[in-house]
């Protein structure tokens, strides 16, 4: 079995990524490189959801940032 990298040469296309298989991982073309990311971990869409729900109410002072994150 090739991959993509062993059948193509330069950067690769949207027409590229659109031929990959919808197999979970997040696939991102960036100036011509992929870029893979494993799909998010099965909390995300919660706290996604309760994230969103506080800002639209207008209670964003309560949406914190880690400690030391910048």
Do not use: F, K, N
Request: hydrophobic share 35%.
């Amino acid at each position: 079995m090739s991959s993509w990298a062993d059948e193509q040469h330069g950067p690769m296309t949207v027409d590229d990524l659109e031929r990959l298989p919808d197999d979970g991982y997040r696939y991102e073309l960036v100036d011509g490189r992929l870029d893979v990311s494993p799909a998010p971990l099965s909390g995300h869409p919660l706290i996604e959801a309760v994230l969103g729900r506080r800002l639209i109410a207008g209670h964003a002072e309560d949406v914190r940032a880690p400690y030391g994150w910048r």
